[in-house]
């Protein structure tokens, strides 16, 4: 009796339902994702105190000599022009953590509406519509793409993050549409017909939430992604218009490395390397937690 | 064939299996869940017993231990022997159980679908059995994996061997297992739900067929099943399964005539039966089967039973023969 | 006769034995299936599903319909209800035929109508609260104010026999005949006068079963709803069925009342089917007959009678000539689909 009341209460106050409790438990005993979280979460500090002007603000100053090595005043150096390649680094986390969320958030919502239309209407024209259109946008190769709008927005510094939210939503556009289309056929949404409920409640009520899992999942691999491309788009010159991100980092190590300055260029893909891989780990762990397999 | 059949008979007092106090467990999520908890009982040669209960009593769970087949992790045989004749297939190492799967004991499953390979043809998935445990050449095993189809009762087996799983219908896969279960000649055969997945209709003519087949091989059978009706048809001797743990052994004409677990009483009582008058109320068994996290100190049927006493909550009742009877049952005060 | 008249004899007697209209009528009702394959995606086929059934409900009676996998039943069903719109016939809801609806009509209609699943597991959506699909019938119909609603919740928790600390807890909290019983509430919070059952204990455990089979029982006598109970097992449906339609390859076979049929079956199918059940009485001698093959593909139905290639009593008449219902023997209700039951 007990048991069942505190089960009942804590229906309630998990109110993100006991699933994801039983997830997150999971979670907390898998120890390489939470090892995982740690780092992703020092990245996210770095990111937010910089956003708050703790540090990282002069990156643009120059307050050094040219390619100053490793000090206690430049922890990481200076690069070519004598600016501090570490206040750099932080400034960059930041502007990895803005291009990863604000594409993540992106397409994950625009996948999940376009997937969760057209599984919901599959075998229709609107289905057919939405497949086209990730057909073709999927065949233009994605450089081109990002150079195409970009050039359309006349060099906008939204051009990228517009760019890879068109592309990247299509993945999970994909997945999230297959599982709609298991979904739709329970008996659940059936009832929901059954009892008269609109299309669109079905599908934003009833079939959306039970696909939290996969879209989860999708964020986290979408935001990897995001930070990956940004490296090479702006070393491009496609990416980062104002401000400073690892992939311009490295686009000016160039020179330096050509010339046996390697500061610049290591502190940009160490520190991206470390976020990417952290950010992986967690998204495994992640998928284990909520693989519904594996939680009984 | 005739001469098996005697010889099955004459050695039928022999004891085949003998299950004592198997204790199985899964380590879950919410801990550590005993899905079988002290079950006994012996089969002789050439028997049919049924293992009855509902889902979650641990009747499935019991058919794989014997097999050595408990998923591990996160399932593991805690304590108890399973003996084939002598031999305790507890001890035994996994190549050793796996001699003896196919040849010595064959399981079949409920979802026949499911337990056959899709992408090869039912031929070579028998082929590979037969070889797997028999000196046969390519050829011979094909000609007896088509003798075997024709005595399931599979029509134009020569051509039935060359097809794919998903073109057989359900009564006909389950045909096809049963041929492949039985291609090594077993001396145990353990059935879960054999048919419960089929219609009526082809229920009826698999069960036909198994019965049938078990007097010409004269092997034993464990029959996993929910259904009393298909136990009633079938078996010599039925075990009722609660919770994990045996409520109730007896010969199939003592359980049906005379139910003495409260339990078994209730089962057969709620069963909708085909009858001249319409009932107009079932008898039924009030409240559910519990948790297996959180199983009541004493007897597991407690707090369902309408004649529950001070003394069953506090200790669990042993398995006993009841006087004068071949039945045994677990209960303090059995009808 | 010809079948239509047939059906419209059986709704006549039904019609003067208490005098009312049928709550139901369903009217040669046909759903196929149509299937990709021809080269520009046009259907070259059709998987008749549901070939033809007509049958009529009167207020507060159980139909039993009953038939192997495949035969079409639960389609039956849901294409009673719209869910998945008819192909052709007609389904009249107190005289009303569903299909002059519009989809507010239809949606109005809803709520005379509803349906129990076959499956615990996947009929409640996993991510809300007992409360929340019990309610939401009440919701999408604007039924009353928040605190009736709760109010009314509360009192269905009670009519399905479930305690009221379940109404904040998540289906996977409960067993498979606790989530059956939510299910039944769900269905029951717009009061309809008509429920398709299908396969509602199917899945459930014997005991448990007893007690939803019957909790479906009391809601017919205290509630006065038809039910159109859908199952393979005969058992179950002699249990709860009035009448009874015995389905084979989308069409009805044998329609009798409940008594009737059990006690006089005429359909070889019926027969066959009848002696088939397992019997929990090990000194019963069961007196089988063997019915060969299995159902054949309703993508290709056997020409003449559907059941020709199985029946133990075939004539050369039944492989070409398609029976149709008509009145056999015994009770004026009983109707056969056999060329020979005369």
Known sequence: MSTMNTSAVSGIDGHGDSLWLKAARKFKRDRVGMWALFGVFIYAVIALGVVFGFWGGAWADVTGPKWAPVSAEYWFGTNIIGQDIFARALYSTRTAFEVGLLVAIGATALGAVFGAVAGFFSGTWIDEIIIWVMGVLDSVPFILLVAAIAYSLGGSPWAMHIAMIATFWIGTARLVRGEVIKLKTLEYVEAAHAIGLGKVKIIFRHILPNTFHILLVQATISFVAAIKSEVILSFLGLGVKDGMSWGLMISESTFEVLAGFFNNFIAASVLMFGLVMAFNMFSDALQDALDPRSVK | MIAMTAKARAKSSDILLSVRDLVVEFATDQGIVRAVDGVSFTIKAGETVGLVGESGCGKTVTGLAILGLIPSPPGRIVSGSIELQGQDLTQLSEPELRKIRGSEISMIFQEPMTALNPVFRIGSQMIDVLRRHQQLSKRQAHAAAIEMLAKVGIPDPAVRIEEYPHQLSGGMRQRVMIAMALSCGPKLLIADEPTTALDVTTQAQVIEQIIKLQSEFGMAMILITHDLGVVAETCRQAIVMYCGSVLENAPVTELFAHPRHPYTLGLLGSIPRLQADRQTKLPIISGMVPDLLHLPSGCRFADRCNKVMQQCRQQRPLLGALPDTSTKVACYDPH | ?342
């Open chain 3, 1 to 342: 006769m010809t079948p239509i008249d047939a059906n419209l004899g059986f709704k006549q007697s039904q019609l003067t034995e208490d005098g009312s209209q049928p709550l139901l009528e369903v009217h040669e009702l046909k759903k196929y299936f149509p299937l990709q394959g021809g080269l520009f995606g046009r259907p070259r086929q059709h998987l008749k599903a549901v070939d033809g059934v007509s049958f009529s409900l009167n207020r507060g009676r159980t139909l039993g319909l009953v038939g192997e996998s495949g035969c079409g039943k639960s389609t039956l069903g849901r294409a009673i209800l719209y869910l998945q719109p008819p192909s052709a016939g007609q389904v009249r809801l107190r005289g009303q035929p569903l299909s002059s609806l519009s989809n507010a009509g239809l949606m109005a209609a809803r709520r005379d109508m509803q349906i129990i699943f076959q499956d615990p597991y996947a009929s409640l959506s996993p991510r809300r609260t007992v409360a929340q699909i019990i309610r939401e019938p009440l919701d999408v119909h604007r039924i009353g104010n928040s605190a009736e609603r709760r109010e009314r919740v509360e009192e269905l928790l009670t009519i399905v026999g479930m305690r009221q600390n379940s109404l904040n807890r998540y289906p996977h909290e409960f067993s498979g005949g606790q989530r059956q019983r939510i299910g039944i509430a769900r269905a029951l919070a717009l009061n309809p006068k008509f429920i398709v059952a299908d396969e509602p204990v199917s899945a459930l455990d014997v005991s448990v079963q007893s007690q939803v089979l019957n909790l479906i029982d009391r809601l017919k006598a205290e509630q006065n709803i038809a039910f159109l109970f859908i199952s393979h097992d005969l058992a179950v449906i002699q249990h709860v069925s009035d009448d009874v339609a015995v389905m084979y390859l989308g069409k009805i076979v044998e329609q009798a009342s409940a008594r009737d049929i059990y006690a006089h079956p005429q359909h070889p199918y019926t027969r066959a089917l009848l002696s088939a059940i397992p019997v929990p009485d090990p000194r019963h001698k069961a007196q089988r007959i063997a019915l060969t093959g299995d159902v054949p593909s309703p993508l290709n139905p056997p020409a003449g009678c559907p059941f020709h290639a199985r029946c133990p009593v075939v004539t050369e008449l039944c492989r070409t000539d398609v029976p149709q219902l008509k009145p056999g023997k015994g009770e004026a209700t009983h109707f056969v689909a056999c060329h020979l039951v005369e």
